[in-house]
Structures are given as C-alpha cells and as structure tokens.
Nanobody, 124 residues
Framework: QVQLVESGGGLVQAGGSLRLSCAASGRTFNNNAMGWFRQAPGKEREFVAG????????YYADSVKGRFTISRDNAKSTVYLQMNSLKSEDTSLYYC?????????????????WGQGTQVTVSS
C-alpha cells in the first residue's frame, strides 16, 4: 500500500504560479511511477503530467506543456508539480496518483493509489 497526501493548492491570479507537493508513505516509493491528474466539476478526471520511477522520463498533457513541470525526490518520497502561467481553465481539483510499475501512463485506470486531492482555483 502507498498512502498519498497532496498539498500546495490554493487561490491564485491568472498568470501566477503554484507548487503542488505529494508526500508518499507506506511501501517503497522508488518503484512507483507517479502522475498528476485533475478533475473539474461535471468533467472526467484528466491526465496532467507523469513521471517514471527514476525521474528520467516525464510526460505532459498538451494543455499544460511548457507551463507545468513534474519532478520527484525519491529520498523524500515526494513528487511535485510546478505550475506557472496559470489560466482560469486550470481551475480544478488536483490529484496525485501512484502506480505499481516503473513507467507512467496517461489513463487514470492504470494507477493503483490516489490522494484526496488539493483544490487549485485561478481567478481571471
């Protein structure tokens, strides 16, 4: 089992930045690929960014490419999502997820563990 706790969400003006953190506990974190997803009211959960077990490979949704950066610190069992140039359409509940595999995937169905989410609200 892996337990995940997100933090860092909040209210920010358009054009601003936020950094989300996801702290993992339980079994070893270093063997898990990680992902960030988001879900707005009435919409399906969508992939935002993913990172493989070592941090050597990262993946992004087209909508956030060039603005968001995913990274991980395996010594701290933490994954981060740096969000810059935020837009109103980035407003959503952001979830951290872990999968029992080395490589990231884009589908929520491929992830085994989820955090409770942290709200990001971007005002225009």
């Amino acid at each position: 089992q892996v337990q995940l706790v997100e933090s860092g969400g909040g209210l920010v003006q358009a054009g601003g930045s936020l950094r989300l953190s996801c702290a993992a506990s339980g079994r070893t974190f270093n063997n898990n690929a990680m992902g960030w997803f988001r879900q707005a009211p009435g919409k399906e959960r969508e992939f935002v960014a993913g990172i493989n077990w070592s941090g050597g490979s990262t993946y992004y949704a087209d909508s956030v490419k060039g603005r968001f950066t995913i990274s991980r610190d395996n010594a701290k069992s933490t994954v981060y999502l740096q969000m810059n140039s935020l837009k109103s359409e980035d407003t959503s509940l952001y979830y951290c997820a872990a999968r029992d595999g080395y490589n990231s995937r884009r589908s929520p169905r491929d992830y085994d563990y989820w955090g409770q989410g942290t709200q990001v609200t971007v005002s225009s």
